[in-house]
């Protein structure tokens, strides 16, 4: 069972350029998150999607953009880095509401 | 606003004493917590979740205690393992909407 898979795992940037980050998850699941975790922190949400076909703004969703591509797939895109977007990134999915989250392994990301 | 907080943002303890990690929550309206352990260098993983029609929660060596009077949850872990050690999260979900409010973090490590 993969779970939530992210890609890559890690990638430098140089200020301005723009990437996507990829997403997806095999477990059937309504919901996708996508967090940032900086050093005391904790996790912040960015953008969210309830279902297919939805996104919604989290707490930090400036700078980002977001692609419900299909009930596996939720990409985040960056599209013009700045180092404050540093961070490592967190993709979760569960399949509804009262259930738990389930994450992937991260994409540490450095923008210099 | 809402927030999640740790007690105790580090914990010490030796080889097969019991652990408890505590929480404190702020959303009186919050239905649903659960329990995360993130290992160096990976996602948080599920541990255990408790709503809050229920005041404890047992699972595989982990206990988790809901006090609803004073928006309190903990987390007991027993005979505590070296590959216990790890950055434990509680994460609130908030009542009716679909995004999860998650604490700081308490380091534990285990002493052999």
């Known amino acids: 069972n993969a779970g939530v898979t992210q890609t890559p795992k890690f990638q430098v940037l140089k200020t301005g350029q723009s990437m996507t980050l990829q997403c997806a998850q095999d477990?059937?699941?309504?919901?996708m998150y996508w967090y940032r975790q900086d050093p005391g922190m904790g996790l912040r949400l960015i953008y969210y999607?309830?279902?297919?076909?939805?996104?919604d703004k989290g707490e930090v969703p400036n700078g980002y953009n977001v692609s419900r591509l299909n009930k596996r797939e939720f990409s985040l895109r960056l599209e013009s880095a700045a180092p404050s977007q540093t961070s490592v990134y967190f993709c979760?999915?569960?399949?509804?509401?009262?259930?738990?989250?389930?994450f992937g392994n991260g994409t540490r990301l450095t923008v210099t | 606003g809402e927030s999640v907080g740790l007690h105790l943002p580090t914990l010490s303890v030796q080889e097969g004493d019991n652990s408890i990690i505590n929480c404190a929550y702020s959303?009186?309206?919050?239905?649903?917590f659960i329990w995360y352990k993130q290992e160096s260098g990976k996602g948080p993983q599920f541990i255990i979740d408790?709503?809050?029609?229920?005041d404890k929660r047992q699972g595989q060596r982990v206990t988790v205690l809901l006090n609803k009077t004073v928006k309190h949850l903990s987390l007991q872990i027993a005979a505590t393992q070296p590959g216990d050690s790890a950055v434990y999260f509680c994460?609130?979900?908030?009542?009716?909407?679909?995004?999860?409010?998650f604490g700081k973090g308490t380091l534990l490590t285990v002493n052999p």
């Open positions: 477990m059937n699941h309504n919901s």
């Open positions: 979760a999915s569960r399949n509804s509401y009262n259930s738990p989250l389930h």
């Open positions: 959303n009186s309206a919050s239905d649903y």
């Open positions: 994460a609130d979900g908030g009542g009716s909407n679909y995004k999860l409010t």
């Open positions: 408790i709503r809050s029609n229920m």
């Open positions: 999607s309830a279902s297919e076909g939805t996104t």
